[in-house]
């Protein structure tokens, strides 16, 4: 690189990971457990509880349920998530604030240390920034290290430390290249985060065969959405959670806010919270709802909603939420996808609430063109109005014909979400 690696910016440092290993996503545990093993990470508990959250859709909303709830409650707390928006630093967050560039630094340079510390390891980009993530978090270990699965489960760098408590949110089709399409197989691969004795909190009443079935091969404790947990509306007096506390005896929490994210996520944050800290107090629960938030997922900015939905489960569930919120003028759809998604169904998902269609390209090997979503979207009767080059492109073409009533939903990927909040965020936008 011409300079030390230990006086690498952040921005060289994440430059240097992604060009240090021959393909982006390399699943598997050996070269991760190996240098976690140089590093010590094994070798004594992460925090003083690990809460590990995998799934399709939801990882990221519970994670930041689980992270406000545990705030509330007086717990210390670290999160790790993946991917990130604007910033790399969100991925790393210690009591609720963004980790530092010096923090994160930090950790790749004992990652580092660690992977040439004897026979050379290579590492992915995420595998990296997983085991830096994991190395700050152990300078100084909080009460709760809440972790999110970055693909699948059983293979993912974050399955190296094993999980107090496991969550899984959904299992849906996504990441065919790596998990394929069958879901009994996608929700083994989720289940690989589970482990004997512990509670598996499962955050979905429509989970494939397997994944209850890995429940009980690997004698995990389950605490499942519609049985041992339930959510209940109770109009405008809020929404009630009936749950088990850790020693199995009842729990409830009524008056609950609507956070503004999946109340399926919030209801199980707050049974693998309750599995964690063995109790609930109502108050704090009610406070740490009222206020948690969470970019790109039914970010609203004026009339743009901002949803990082890119799967047909996610678009069906964004569509849903919006058409039960009436909109007297239409119904814009910002659609940008990566190659490798299920653009067809996102399609279909989103088909019922759009009026027109903007759809704009990405960029990167894994790009897919405005021109193939619009030719997949006239083929389903949908109007195109527009076909940009970038994000930002298409929205500002549509800035500039949205009327006063009218609505945007930006969607399709983290990419084009990124590009449209950073735009927003410049104030280059109408408000």
């Known amino acids: 690189m011409g300079r030390s690696a230990h006086a690498c910016t952040l921005d060289e440092w994440l430059a240097r990971l992604e060009a240090a290993h021959p393909v982006s996503i390399d699943l598997g545990l050996d070269r991760v457990v190996a240098v976690a093993r140089r590093m010590a990470l094994l070798d004594r508990p992460l925090a003083g509880g690990v809460i590990t959250v995998a799934g399709t859709n939801g990882k990221g909303s519970t994670v930041a349920l689980l992270d406000a709830l545990a705030r509330s409650h007086g717990l210390t707390t670290a999160t790790y998530t993946s ?107 989720k289940a690989g985060i589970l482990r004997a004795g512990r509670p598996a909190v499962l955050g979905s009443s429509t989970l494939p065969a397997s994944v209850h079935d890995a429940v009980r091969e690997r004698g995990a404790v389950p605490f499942a959405l519609g049985e041992q947990y339930r959510r209940s509306e109770c109009g405008a007096a809020g929404w009630r959670w009936t749950g088990m506390g850790a020693r199995g005896e009842p729990l409830e929490v009524d008056g609950l806010p609507d956070p503004g994210l999946p109340l399926d996520n919030a209801a199980t944050a707050l049974q693998a919270l309750a599995q964690a800290k063995g109790e609930l107090d109502a108050q704090a629960c009610r406070q740490a709802l009222g206020r948690v938030t969470l970019p790109g997922r039914l970010q609203w900015l004026g009339q743009w909603c901002l949803d990082v939905g890119h799967n047909p489960h996610a678009a069906s569930y964004v569509a849903e939420r919006l058409a039960a919120r009436p909109c007297s003028g239409r119904t814009w759809v910002l659609l940008g996808m990566l190659a490798d998604k299920d653009a067809d169904g996102v399609i279909a998902g989103l088909a019922p609430l759009a009026d027109a269609w903007v759809t704009v390209s990405l960029e990167g090997e894994r790009a897919r063109s405005a021109a193939d979503l619009a030719e997949r979207i006239v083929e389903r009767g949908g109007r195109v109005a527009y076909q940009a080059a970038t994000p930002v492109a298409g929205g500002a073409w549509l800035a500039e014909r949205l009327a006063a009533e009218d609505r945007v939903l930006v969607c399709g990927s983290f990419f084009t979400v990124a590009a449209i909040l950073a735009w927003k965020r410049a104030g280059t936008a109408p408000p």
Do not use: K
């Open 83 to 189: 991917p990130h928006l604007l910033r790399y630093n969100e991925r790393l967050r210690l009591n609720g604030r963004e980790a530092d560039d010096a923090t994160l630094i930090a950790g790749f340079e004992a990652v580092e240390t660690a992977r040439l510390d004897g026979e050379p390891v290579s590492l992915t980009y995420f595998e990296a920034g997983t085991l830096g993530a994991l190395w700050v978090m152990a300078q100084c270990p909080p009460d709760l290290a809440i972790l999110e699965v970055g693909l699948g489960g059983r293979l993912d760098a974050v399955n190296v430390i094993d999980a107090d408590v496991a969550v899984i949110t959904t299992v849906a089709h996504d990441h065919a290249a790596y998990l394929g399409d069958d879901i009994e197989g996608i929700g083994r691969e």
